[in-house]
């Protein structure tokens, strides 16, 4: 692997500030897809879904845990397996305790979701030393209905919200069946149970903390994001945005 190239200090603000220039372009439009994104409609989930976790039998509306919002993380998991998938799990290693406990603030709750039985799950989070909640959908149409278990024979199959055949349209041949990751955020308004955000794929990427994944919900970052002047709005928590 190649090194980078030698500069002067001059030589490296300069190169430094004309990345900047083009990160804050990147700040600023990922911001402004965030908002685009909170305004997606959302979809009532009227299926009564059942999953398994240490407490027994719940509704999807249990594992909100009383919050607002709820993200499931979709891991790979197929029942047949002895171990989760090593993506899936790399991911889930970085899981803190501090990242669930900010989403909470937030009113937010963030579960993992895995077809595989629950006994299976819990012997893997043991191994693993995990604390998030864990459930297993085994048996549910769950997995099936947001798409990361593609089966043909059990549902349509897509995935990125793309078919087989549009993929290859688009130069992209896969196999779509098994298990496949991904994200998805829900919104409770009393007894009520909305789907308002998937992500898969390579839209998983980027994770950078609680903070990025609250832009995948419905509520966002619940803050007030103008900005901020003087020290006063510094000791408030926000993040100036010192823009050119």
Known sequence: MSLPEIAT???WV??????LTRE???THARDQLSAVRRRLPMVPVEKDYRFQGPDGEVGLIDLFEGRSQLIIVHFMFDPE???GCPSCTAGADEMADGL???LHARDTTIAWVSRAPLAKLEDYKRRRGWTFPWYSSHGSDFNYDFHVTLDETVAPVEYNFRTADEHARRGL????VGEFPGRSSFLRDGDRVFHTYSVYARGMEGIGGSYYLLEETALGR???WEEPKGRAASARGAIPDFAA
């Open 24 to 26: 804050k372009e990147l």
């Open 173 to 176: 041949e896969m196999e779509l």
């Open 100 to 102: 669930l406990n900010h």
């Open 81 to 83: 397996w002895e171990d």
């Open 9 to 11: 200090p001059d030589q």
């Open 222 to 224: 619940q803050e007030d």
């Open 14 to 19: 300069a190169a430094r500030k004309e990345l």
